[in-house]
């Protein structure tokens, strides 16, 4: 039995020092907003959602620290879980993905409006703090890395929308559209940016690349750059540095068929996954959730991002197929 094959994998990044957005630039810690001279849209980067993924951070520190501006709307940077990014340490570098609660599973209105009430939680209530930057948010995108070293993956989440920004933007990789995870809401998730209007608040999340390689932090950056440059608030030439300088390979549109939810303590992988697999044959094992068999509903199946350590509740894996 094996989950991961990333355990030898050194840890190139090291976590950028972001201690002088502490008190961000309006009301909210770490955050910070860059207002351009014309309306224009509200342009969102956000980073460290999940405290162990630096990609994010390091992107996100370099086009503040170049003095990026908009010449419209307004751009803002979000640096999310703090306590669980200061907790990140290179010896143990899986440790910090978060304190008390997955972040990225608490964006429904329903957790966001509720009084504090048992079940409340760190990350709980930083994202109420931060909600009010992504309800007054155009367009967001959110920078995550991922334990498994594969090619960037886009996730529009159901919005067609949000598949159109995707395809818009192109990505040297995958395109996955799914309907989220039954262990709560993802920030794309959230019903501001999901619906089936054409036009609309929209947002993407971007799976840079393995956590700890540099090479994630460069994608991060390339990505968040063009990402910029569809959004037409900066001058063009302001982002030549971080731009392709190639044109990229066409990205591959996966649409995510079934999502994996661990329902015992004894889920297990039956072979080696090491993330966006394919399997030939409809059928096939791929794992045992206590004496559940797992198998693949259908032929050419990809299992996208197998989870390391499957947790009862949450999702083991997704299941997609290519989408022509
Ligand atoms: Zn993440």
New binding site residues.
Partial sequence: MMTATTGSLPVELRPPDIGRYRHGSHAIPYAITLAGGRPGPHVVISAL??GN?LCGAIAADRLLSAGLRPARGRLSFIFCNIPAFAQFHPDYPAMSRYVDEDM?RVWSPGRLDALPAPGDSGELRRAREIWPLFASADLVLDI??MLHDTVPMMLAGAAPRALALAQHIGLPGWIVTDQGHAGGSRLIDHPRFTGPEPEGPTALLVECGQHWQRQAADTALTIAARFLEISDIIQRDALTPWLPSTPWAASRLVEVTQTITVLTNQFHFTHEVSGMDIIPTAGTLIALDGDRPVRTPHDHCILIMPARHPVRGHTAVRLGRLVA
Wanted: charged share 15%.
């Fill in positions: 959602m999940h993924e990225n995550h890395s």
